[in-house]
């Protein structure tokens, strides 16, 4: 059936309205003064109760925008097992999805999926699902999730992202042309979407159009995620550009990587290795060109395995850093942590509820 917007019903703000209406009752009830300072103190210590899985997820936020990892997850399972609305549980599983807690993060979210939930939350959660299922290695299981949300009217900027990287990285080229020239046609303008574009100029030969891409998104966007870095090193790889190609992979491995990612720290490693090395540095590259396709989805390929440098590290000169305009976020289930980037959605983490 068509996507329709549905209006979810505010418990919390009635839970605030009831506990608002219950102290001023107080106040005109006939009764001792330390009578009524008890039931006030009852009253709110009950709203606190109530409302303590809200305070965790706002802690866990806060632990994440301060870089403390291990804090942050303890207080959102915490949030997760006092009793939060979907839509707040949908953004704490797709954190531990990215953050290594996979299959916490699909029980959680297979949960959200058996409740009467709003339409929205429901495709929100078939999102998030599928990054879980696509960092388990069920690729096919993960298309077949989002085209099923896809064909029931819903889209949004994660859908366009998502699917057309799983598509990209099971070479479905045709699928993703079609994902990717929608994406297009709505305005989807985040700059993993604009990774995956690039991704497509590669598999289809548009290598001087990938270049524009990818320079601008490392040299302009300096952006946080790593595989516009590894992309951009591929096209330098096929352009004999082996110095600038090694730069790009250099600067990728001082960018966070998570389960969700499509390329790994010892994957770029290695092929920072194997172009790194001078006596096999041409076969190597002329293998990276002959499987572009493996290479591009981070995938192990013919020659990689040999992939080695006993050598000096390569100095890769300093990246400048823009520092990105960010506005405060406005969603009180965002969970924003400082290296956040969009490669996948609604991961945001923030304090602001």
């Known amino acids: 059936?068509?996507?329709?917007?549905?209006?979810?019903?505010?418990?919390?703000?009635?839970?605030?309205?009831?506990?608002?209406?219950?102290?001023?009752?107080?106040?005109?009830?006939?009764?001792?003064?330390?009578?009524?300072?008890?039931?006030?103190?009852?009253?709110?210590?009950?709203?606190?109760?109530?409302?303590?899985?809200?305070?965790?997820?706002?802690?866990?936020?806060?632990?994440?925008?301060?870089?403390?990892q291990e804090k942050a997850?303890?207080?959102?399972?915490?949030?997760?097992?006092?009793?939060?609305?979907?839509?707040?549980?949908?953004?704490?599983?797709?954190?531990?999805?990215?953050?290594?807690?996979?299959?916490?993060?699909?029980?959680?979210?297979?949960?959200v999926l058996k409740e009467n939930t709003t339409v929205s939350d429901t495709n929100r959660a078939k999102i998030a699902l599928s990054m879980g299922l696509w960092s388990k290695g069920e690729s096919k299981q993960a298309i077949e999730l989002l085209e099923q949300v896809k064909e029931n009217g819903y889209s949004d900027e994660g859908l366009y992202v998502n699917l057309s990287t799983y598509l990209l990285a099971d070479n479905q080229i045709e699928k993703a042309k079609k994902v990717i020239k929608e994406a297009d046609e709505k305005g989807v303008a985040l700059n993993a979407m604009e990774d995956n574009r690039g991704w497509l100029d590669i598999l289809s030969g548009r290598w001087n159009k990938a270049e524009e891409i990818f320079d601008r998104l490392v040299n302009e966007e300096c952006v946080a995620f790593p595989e516009p870095y590894v992309h951009g090193a591929q096209v330098a790889v096929h352009k004999n550009e082996t110095e600038k190609a090694m730069t790009y992979l250099s600067w990728c491995l001082a960018r966070p990587f998570s389960s969700t990612s499509t390329f790994t720290t010892d994957y770029v490693k290695k092929i920072?290795?194997?172009?790194?090395?001078?006596?096999?540095?041409?076969?190597?590259?002329?293998?990276m060109e002959e499987n572009k396709a493996l290479v591009a989805a981070g995938k192990d390929f013919p020659g990689l395995e040999n992939a080695a440098f006993d050598g000096p590290e390569f100095q890769a000169p300093e990246q400048k850093r823009r520092l990105p305009e960010k506005a405060p976020a406005s969603d009180p289930t965002a969970i924003t942590a400082d290296d956040d980037d969009d490669r996948m959605p609604d991961t945001d983490l923030n304090e602001d509820d």
């Open 272 to 287: 920072l290795a194997g172009i790194q090395n001078g006596a096999t540095s041409k076969d190597f590259c002329a293998a």
């Open 73 to 111: 997850m303890k207080k959102l399972r915490a949030a997760v097992k006092a009793g939060i609305e979907a839509e707040y549980r949908i953004s704490v599983a797709s954190v531990f999805v990215q953050k290594g807690a996979v299959d916490e993060g699909i029980a959680i979210l297979e949960k």
């Open 1 to 68: 059936m068509p996507y329709t917007k549905q209006t979810k019903f505010n418990k919390s703000a009635l839970l605030f309205l009831v506990t608002i209406g219950l102290l001023i009752a107080t106040f005109f009830m006939p009764m001792p003064r330390w009578a009524r300072l008890l039931a006030d103190f009852a009253i709110v210590g009950a709203f606190m109760f109530l409302r303590r899985g809200y305070i965790y997820f706002s802690q866990g936020a806060a632990y994440f925008k301060a870089g403390q």
